[in-house]
């Protein structure tokens, strides 16, 4: 079965059945606080919260679509089996349960329906996960039985926590509930052998899971507490390139219909073969997708938000196609095929072919040069470490054992300021090559970033005047801005998550805390979004002088005590029609008096730090 059959069954499938097919909408969202679309039901959300009447507005409580998508948490995993940056997301919902509505019966019927019955996938091989139970909420019993009821045995149907099979608003007041996936086993051959292998196996690809359906029943308050909800949703959603792959018993996208063509068409411009350079034609491949489904939104290439992505996308196609040997321009019909391959379904990416083409053919005029100038100078980097080249030392066979040697990052900073070639690019070059480029390269690259940035900044004050004054106004608004930050940063993440530092210039605020794990698109959308609503409550800042140990009574934050007088000032975040308190912290900085003054917030950059230490980067627009 072929990608686009696969699609239009879906679709039929539903409709047949009740459903409303909505178009996919935009993969630029309304909420302007995430940069893209992620998921299938993003344009139903202020729906299945209750905001807004879906029956006014769509005339049913049955919807599905097939969704486009653009993630970049993993842009750097791109090249292995299922990682990309643009995906399509299949999905079905029933929002609002009433005598038209279903439930966790009728998502599970038509999922099996759907699956075993139209596309003749084996029972037997389908396995499902389930919610185990929680703190206060008990295991989902009620999805046990209806799975054993429909011929699923109950060794398998697998309990998982929290973590796997329970979806909702982290930190926040939302809807929430249990999840039941449904996973293919493709059998022994692709197992590790573990008695104890199944579903969210962290040794091996032998279960694929196809199908995640949402039982919406829990409503998290403001407390953390659950309660039931009186309007009960199912929101579901298939991997598009994940089924189809399966289906067609390919390992990945690249081997299917769906991005084979691109893959057969690199083979024919470079010369080489796709299975002796995998990663190459993956990344190739995903990114030239990536990036017309990007540039037929209106997106060009830039530093900064969406134009920044496109970038960074564009810039590594050119060098792993430099990489396959392609040193003149190729990347001009891999966009038609692709473009040729999604017209019938997403008709603007033919529309708007003359716009692609020219954001495409610019950006690989541009990088052409600096490529080629950053690549001479980081193997003149590593010829001065090792007497050799990079390609000398790979003919040698030179080895370079538990990469001892570590990239220093003001090397790298160097490099990005003559030659404009970007910092994450290099890293992914030098680890190719053998070289330690840790989170202290990043950070020493970006500190030398920041001196060379308040070296300027001093000169332009000395030269011009006016600017410190501005400056200070400005640093009140970002100070406000990153109480609001770790406030937010704790109620989503948890309250681990505490302050390690902090660095506000001018033109933006960076704030370094203790935590983990790499963000998700989904934690940063909900930190973004938290902070926004409290600046569009218009909350009031209040000062209060007291002594330190009435301050840390009164419940104030403080991670630096030792470094704090006896008397210090209280800064507190709260609603006066409310009183609600949003954010209690001890600081010496400046604050404005109210939200009301900041903009609009927005995270341009989260990463690592050091150990245990991620920073983000934000801005007020």
């Known amino acids: 079965m072929d990608s686009e059959e696969l699609r239009q069954k879906f679709l039929v499938f539903f409709e047949k059945r009740g459903h409303l097919i909505v178009p996919s909408s935009s993969l630029l969202p309304s909420d302007s606080s995430v940069l893209f679309t992620t998921a299938g039901m993003q344009q139903f959300s202020s729906y299945l919260a209750g905001r807004r009447d879906v029956v006014k507005d769509f005339g049913s409580r049955h919807l599905a679509s097939c969704q486009k998508c653009f993630r ?32 966790k019966q009728g998502a599970i019927d038509y999922a099996l329906e759907f699956l075993v019955g139209e596309l003749g996938l084996d029972k037997t091989r389908l396995w499902t996960t389930v919610f185990k139970g929680e703190g206060s909420i008990k295991k989902d019993e009620e999805a046990i039985n209806i799975w054993k009821e429909k011929g699923i045995p109950l060794d398998r149907i697998k309990e998982f926590g929290k973590k796997d099979n329970f979806w909702g608003p982290v930190g926040e007041a939302g809807p929430c509930g249990p999840c039941s996936e449904i996973y293919y086993d493709r059998g022994e051959g692709f197992g590790c052998g573990r008695s104890d292998c199944g579903p969210n196996c962290d040794y091996c690809k032998r279960f694929v899971e196809i199908w995640n359906l949402v039982f919406m029943e829990y409503f998290r308050n403001e407390k953390g507490e659950y309660e039931i909800l009186p309007q009960r949703n199912i929101d579901t959603g298939i991997g598009f390139e994940r089924l189809a792959s399966l289906l067609q018993k390919k390992d990945s996208a690249y081997e299917s219909d769906i991005l084979f063509s691109v893959v057969s068409k690199l083979e024919k411009i470079s010369g080489l073969k796709y299975f002796e350079n995998k990663k190459a034609f993956r990344v190739i491949a995903d990114h030239v997708r990536g990036a017309v489904f990007l540039a037929s939104e209106g997106i060009i290439p830039s530093n900064v938000s969406q134009g920044y992505v496109l970038r960074r996308i564009l810039r590594r196609i050119i ?77 040698s066979g030179l080895i370079i054992e538990d990469n001892r040697l570590r990239v220093n990052g003001i090397d790298i900073y ?54 410190g004054k501005e ?73 209060e002088e007291m002594a330190l140990a009435q301050a840390l009574e009164s419940g104030a934050l403080a991670f630096f005590k030792e470094k704090y007088p006896e008397t210090v000032f209280v800064w507190t975040i709260y609603d006066p029609k409310t009183g609600e308190v949003f954010s209690k912290e001890i600081c010496a900085g400046p604050h404005i008096q109210s939200l009301k003054y900041l903009g609009k917030f927005e995270i341009i950059k989260e990463e690592s730090s050091s150990a245990g230490i991620r920073r983000i980067k934000a801005v007020l627009k």
Do not use: C
């Open 471 to 543: 400056g200070g106004e400005q640093e009140a608004k970002l100070h406000t801005a990153t109480h609001l930050l770790h406030s937010a940063l704790r109620s989503v993440l948890g309250e681990h998550v505490q302050q390690m530092g902090s660095d506000i210039t001018f033109e933006r605020l960076r704030f370094d805390f203790k935590h983990d794990q790499k963000l998700t698109e989904e934690e940063k959308r909900k930190i973004q979004e938290l902070v926004n609503q409290k600046i569009k409550q218009e909350m009031e800042v209040k000062k």
């Open 72 to 103: 970049t948490d993993d842009i750097d995993e791109v090249g292995d089996d299922t990682h990309h940056t643009f995906f399509e997301m299949l999905g079905n919902w029933s929002i609002g349960e009433d005598e038209k509505g279903y439930f």
């Open 319 to 395: 060098r792993y196609g430099r990489m396959l040997g392609m040193n003149e321009e190729f990347l001009i019909p891999l966009v038609d095929l692709v473009i040729d391959k999604y017209k019938g379904v997403y008709p603007e990416v033919l529309n708007k072919r003359e716009e692609i083409v020219k954001a495409v053919k610019d950006e690989e005029l541009k990088f052409g040069k600096t490529l080629q100038d950053g690549l001479e100078a980081l193997k003149k980097f590593y010829k001065k470490t090792f007497g050799m080249d990079p390609d000398e030392a790979n003919a």
């Open 414 to 467: 160097r490099i990005y300021e003559t030659y404009g070639f970007p910092p994450e690019l290099s890293q992914e070059i030098m680890i190719e090559w053998g070289l330690r480029f840790d989170d202290q390269t990043m950070k020493e690259a970006e500190e030398e970033r920041e001196r060379h940035q308040e070296v300027s900044r001093a000169g332009a004050e000395k030269k011009f005047g006016g600017v």
